[in-house]
């Protein structure tokens, strides 16, 4: 079987209820991605499939052949980093870092939801969705990445300067 990953091909031989989460760290060696509560709650697994982002915890990885993943280890290109990579640093969008490579993808995946106007539950009922949301807003959208350490502030701060 064959994905296409951070852009390039990638094989593996799986057994069919393999996630995709387990399919990247078990097999393909991109650990970047992490495994928190291995189902679908703290969002430190979250890739990008076709620009959306998911928990790959959740997802079987048979289902997402020849489907554009991407995980934290493709955010960048070269050295550079993402520029929400590098708001991170900025901010101080981490402190043990562990739930980071989710937050960021999550963030990503965000900003693309949010030039698609799609809603979140605190824009719902707004006629005018902004492309720049409000503390709240960012907040909600990004409610499926849990933070341990409680680094919200830093993570929202981060993210805030890439969407201004
Ligand atoms: Fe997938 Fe927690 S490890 S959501």
């Not at 050295?79 to 490579?101: I, K, N, S």
């Not at 006629?127 to 409000?134: L, Q, R, Y």
Request: proline residues 2%; glycine residues 10%.
């Amino acid at each position: 079987m064959q994905w296409i990953i951070n852009g390039l091909v990638r094989e593996a031989d799986i057994d069919f209820r393999t996630s995709l989460l387990d399919l990247l760290r078990e097999h393909l060696e991109l650990t970047g991605t992490k495994k928190g509560c291995n189902q679908g709650a703290c969002g430190a697994c979250t890739v990008l499939v076709d620009g959306e982002r998911i928990n790959a915890c959740l997802a079987l990885a048979v289902q997402y052949q020849d489907r554009s993943i991407t995980t934290v280890e493709g955010l960048g290109h070269d050295d550079e980093l993402h520029p929400v990579q590098q708001a991170f640093v900025e901010h101080d969008g981490f402190q043990c870092g562990y739930c980071t490579p989710g937050q960021l993808c999550s963030a990503v995946g965000m900003a693309g939801e949010l030039k698609r106007g799609m809603p979140s539950a605190v824009t719902v009922d707004l006629v005018n969705t902004d492309i720049v949301p409000s503390h709240d807003e960012l907040r909600e959208r990004m409610s499926g990445n849990l933070c341990r350490c409680g680094a919200y502030n830093g993570i929202a701060a981060a993210i805030a300067s890439t969407l201004a």
